[in-house]
Each structure stands twice: as structure tokens, then as C-alpha cells.
């Protein structure tokens, strides 16, 4: 078996037991939801305002559903010591790595797919006219949140106090993902596109440098 | 049990000396140096600024290395040095976040500004403070010390963004005093005031460092003899 399918054997388990219970995906979706809805409330923004505003909230939201269903991607295996069945596996630690980024990659792919057009509705904003720009934005950002939120979660998940730990870890090290996220998604809603090559750049140098260190030092999480 | 090596000779040198050069560098600073022709007095804290920013990131830096080291080596010695060198690197870095408003409120007119360099040095700020959050959670030292390290490693790729973020953005922050685009931009009685305070820091960085990493062995031989209780 080479990596790849190895990869698809642990994704394919991974999925298995999210259909079965189908807990994160479904605490992710309400959860986004419902800070939409807050932000709705709480902002109460006229629609000239929504073109500044809106970036910065859809990308809150995401980054606070994400970090939710995250918080369950390794403790989960904790139950019954599924964690010790899982490195006892005859792959790669960095296959299990990665079968878990894809599947929580998936799991976001879903809630904005879901959550995204919710905001455009909620907050009675026309789609923007470069589509496939927000969709790129999008995934870069996802990625680079998920790539490094994933190995982060692993590490928050062998301490005491995972759930409460995760955010700490997670918010500082995606602070700058985010920045150039809600920059860039800004440069599409107001229709100006000019600035934003910097930030789509700096957002795929955090791709790349996020996925790269886990492959080095996932290795090291797991030992027993 | 592990010997602590001491040299309490070396010790008072070094205190004696870290003294002597932090009140040279608040002579220089304060008194000596003159005073700048626009921004007046409060451009003094720069040197204390500048010193405390360059230390913090050189106490991150070596909170680094050592990560690296542990994890090649797993010698209890370097998760010491990590831990300690991050936590004096957290209190360098609070004194810049302190100092920075206070001379930014008169010069800038704002306490605070969302400028790249502001925002990593903060977001640098809470990465060291996660940092000792995952070392108190844990109670087994092995994985303290691995987690640590892990996260040791990951959280200085912010450190050099910091650096740069002045070289390779245009900021509010002023530009770099030493290797910027003018070499070094200091008038002359400025530069002894700068590099007196950078030395004295630097003494003051290695006498916490001494002195915390002996607490540490220390406590790492009470729990040793409490086990063997």
C-alpha cells in the first residue's frame, strides 16, 4: 500500500464514524449559524456598512465553528484509547495527520458551503461579481486554518484541559490567516481588487509554511 | 540525582555587572544622549524599547534552538532552557508592549494602531503566553517537555514575520535604527546611550536566565527526592 492509500483507508474511517454520529458537523453547522444570527443582532448594520463589516464576521464565524469541530477531532479518540489503535496502525504517523486535515477540511468545505450563502441572505448582501475570487480566498484560508489547526489539535488533545486550551493555541498562530483572509475577502466585496495580490500571496506562503512544519514534527505528538 | 553545577563566584560578577551597566545605560540614556529635535524627551525610551524588543525576540530564539535540541536529544537540560529563556522572553516582550504606547501616545496621538509590527509583536506576545499555558497543563514531565518543544518550534516562525514585518511592509512603526535602508541612523551621541542599554539588557537577560534555570534544577531535584520518599 503506498501513502496515498493508506490516506484514503484512514479518511474513509474517519467519515465512517462522522456519519455515524454525526456530531461535529452538526454542532459546526448550528454553531455558525448561530453566531450569524448574533452578529445579526448584535451589529444591526445598515447595508452600506455590510460591505466592511461582513468580511470580518463571515471569517469569525468560521474560524469559531472551526476551532468547535476541532476540539473533537483527536479527543474523540481518546474514548476507549481509540488514539493508541489508531498509531498502531502500520502507516506513517503523518498518514493519520493527514487523513484527519482531509476530513476536517471536508467538514468545513460543508459548513460554508451552508453558512456562507446564510450570511449573504441574513444580511441582505448581493453575491459579489468575482465568485470564483471568494471561492479561492475561501480555500486558501480554510487551509492554512485547517493544515495547522489540525496538528494543533492533536496537541491540545493530550493535555488536561483540551477544549479550553485549543483557542489559546489556535487564535494567535491563525491571527495573520485571518487578517489576510478578511483583507482579501474585503478586496472582492467592494469590487476592488488592486490590493489585495499581497495578501492572497502572504496567505499562500502561510499555506505552505503550515503545512510543512506538522509533517516534521507530527511525529513527535504521538509518542506514547 | 543531578548535581547543580554552581559557580556562585561567576554569579555576583555577573549581578555586579548587570547593575553597574543598566545605571550607565539609564545615565546615558536619560542624561547623556541628546535630546531628539522633533519628538523631545519621550524618544528616550527607544533605547529601552528597542533593547527589550531585541531581547524578547533573542529569548524566543532561543526557546527555539533548544526546542529543536530537546527533541533530537530529549535531555531534560534543554526543556530547562526553553522554558525559563520563554518566560523572561514574555516579560522583555511585555515591557515593549508597555513602553511603545507611552511614547506612541504623544508622537502618533494614539496609544494603539493595527500596523503589521504592532500586531505580530502582540500576536508573538500571546504565542509565549499559550506557550506556558500548555506546560502548566500538563503534569508528566516527558510529555511537558515534548509538547513544549513542539509547540516551541511552531510558534517562532511568527518571531522572524516580526522581525521583517518592518522591512518588508510600510509601517507606522519607524523604520530600523540599525541595518535599515540608512546603515546605522542614529546622531552620534545617541549611539553609545543605544548599544550601553542593548549590553546592559543583554546582562540582565543571561543573570535571569542563571538565575531561573538553577530554580528549576532545584526543583527538579525536590520532586527526585519527594519520588523517593
Redesign the interface.
Known sequence: MNFASKVQVLLWKEVKSELRTKEMLSAMLVFALLVAVSFGFALEIARDEVTKILPGVIWVTLTFAGILGLNRSFVAERQNDCIYGLMLCPVDRSAIYVAKTLMNLLLMAIVELIAIPMFFIMFNYPLPASLGMLILVLFLGTYSFMV?GT?LSA?AA????SEI?LP??M???I??VL?CAVQVTGGIFSGDLSGISLYLKLLITFGA?YSG?PFI?FD??L?V | MAKNRENPGLDRLLAWLTFFSLLAALYLALVYAPTEKTMGDVQRIFYFHVASAWIGMFAFLVVFVASIAY?ASKDTKWDIYAYTSAEIGVIFTTVVLVTGPIWAYPIWHTWWSWDPRL??TL??W??Y??YG??RS???EEE?RA??A???G???F??VP?VFMSIRWWKTLHPAPVVGGSQGLALAGGMIPAFFVSLFAFTLLYLFFMRRSVRIERMRAEVRAIKENL
Do not use: H, N, Q, W
Not at chain 1, 158 to 161: A, C, E, F, N
Open positions: 495547522i496538528f496537541l493530550s493535555t488536561r484541559i486550551l489559546i493555541l487564535i494567535p498562530m491571527v495573520p487578517i509554511i512544519l514534527l513527535y505528538l509518542e | 527533541l500586531t505580530t500576536i508573538m500571546f504565542l503566553l499559550a499555558k500548555i497543563s500538563l503534569g510529555k515534548r509538547l518543544a513542539v509547540f518550534i511552531i510558534s516562525v511568527d514575520i
